[in-house]
């Protein structure tokens, strides 16, 4: 018989969230930067409660947490992340580290269940310092030049100071064991409102999309507001503008079903109400799961600055500054949530691809990997008001470990 563990908890799953929202806690939030002191608690609050699900915990030289087991028979790798974007959401990344550890707790506890859960909290999943340095420095993808340069996005530290005032310096970097793991499961929220507005409780992801960043930039003249004549500027801003109004025009007819694009941040030099600005740039984001119709896009924008550029008023440039392939989730995977679901949530599930990257895409150019959602109330995340209904959470967990025991089952 399986020991006390060895059994589903959903009022254990709750407690373990609200154990980790208390840390760093902002309004009905958190907030807690890649490397922030509440970052750095989360950490060893997660390492400290692994070998309670029978995993060694080790915290690696990028500040991954991994717990591995040393129970006989197939491996399964889950988890998340414990970071959060600035003055975000509680459940974003905590969420899947907390499945992956109640997964753990159960299975690996119980004699008769096969195989071991190996639990993963992947560092800067949501890119304070790049681009899934954690999961990505895991599969091999990240190179010590990469950490030379990374820098925090809101600060400008670097990731070797951060690195060394954690006191993870030196350590090594764990990277994945060819064979180890049968494959990867995530748990996350929607992010959306899909789920919520079929009165579904899982969602099975069958892709999550690739996110390509570019900065663009704008090179006029800088000169004074009231003594320059309309007819001679060469007002950055006013081509920064006329550019998105390009791209909203241009990009829909070149767009997939489900293709987003977003300007995130504008930035006039200098900046003053008096001054013409010389300089602007804007960070944009083009979301999709098909890759050519990101590449079509990137053409586009940059066909948009060439004409731009030959008008003489002002210099346009795009540059890429990162991407993010698309991932395909594995078909069989993604059968056993169903299952899981049919058993455990009334079969309440849909099929769906993700809008939102996720460390699972990493692992996918590895292993055979998958995701599951649960409701997102008011589809809000990237917010302190994101939230779940407990309800929904504890049966999204169940779904989760009994996906887990089926995958182990083979």
């Known amino acids: 018989m399986p020991g006390i563990n060895g059994r589903f908890d959903g009022k254990r799953v709750l407690a373990d969230l609200n154990a980790l929202r208390a840390i760093g806690a902002y309004k009905t939030g958190v907030h807690k930067p890649t490397f922030s002191e509440p970052h750095l608690r989360s950490l060893d609050w997660l390492a400290a409660r692994l070998p309670d699900a029978d995993l060694t915990a080790t ?3 990028i500040g991954n947490v991994l717990g591995s087991s040393a129970k006989a028979g197939p491996k399964l790798l889950a988890g998340s992340h414990l970071e959060s974007q600035n003055h975000a959401g509680w459940l974003d990344g905590p969420l899947g580290v907390i499945y992956a550890l109640e997964a753990a707790r159960v299975i690996n506890t119980d004699p008769d269940a096969n ?3 190996e639990v993963a909290a992947w560092c800067d999943e949501e890119g304070h310092f790049g681009s899934f340095l954690g999961s990505r420095s895991f599969v091999g993808a990240v190179t010590e030049a990469d950490i030379d340069a990374a820098r925090d996005r809101s600060s400008d530290r670097t990731m070797r100071d951060a690195l060394r005032d954690a006191g993870f310096a030196g350590r090594p ?10 494959g990867y499961l995530e748990a996350h929220i929607e992010q959306g409102d899909m789920l919520e507005s079929s009165g579904l409780k899982i969602g099975v992801v069958t892709s999550i999309v690739g996110i390509w960043q ?3 930039t704008f090179t006029g003249e800088q000169n004074h507001a009231g003594t320059t004549r309309m007819a001679v500027r060469r007002d950055a801003g ?9 791209i909203d025009d241009s990009f829909p007819a070149l767009s997939g079903p489900r293709t987003v694009w977003t300007t995130g941040r504008i930035t006039l030099d200098p900046g003053a109400p008096s001054i013409i600005p010389g300089h602007a740039d804007m960070l944009f984001q083009i979301r999709d799961d098909n890759s050519e119709v990101i590449a079509r896009l990137e053409q586009q924008l940059h066909r948009l600055a060439t004409e731009a550029t030959a008008q003489g008023r002002c210099g346009v440039k795009v540059e890429r500054i990162r991407t993010g392939v698309p991932a395909m989730m594995t078909p069989a995977f993604q059968d056993a ?3 899981a679901s049919a058993a455990c949530a009334g079969g309440k599930s849909i099929r769906m691809p993700s809008g939102a990257g996720h460390d699972a895409q990493v692992l996918a150019t590895i292993m055979p990997a998958a995701m599951l959602f649960v409701p997102s109330i008011g ?4 917010h302190w008001s994101e939230n779940t209904d407990e309800a929904d959470i504890v049966t999204g967990a169940e779904v989760f470990v009994e996906t887990c025991r089926r995958l182990l089952a083979g």
């Open 214 to 216: 570019y900065r663009i």
């Open 379 to 382: 589809g809000i995340s990237h």
């Open 238 to 246: 006013l081509a920064l503008a006329r550019f998105c109004v390009a």
């Open 59 to 61: 915290i690696d030289g």
């Open 173 to 182: 970097r764990l990277n994945a064991e060819a064979g180890r793991h049968v």
């Open 337 to 339: 949530i169903e299952a």
């Open 115 to 117: 195989g071991a859960v």
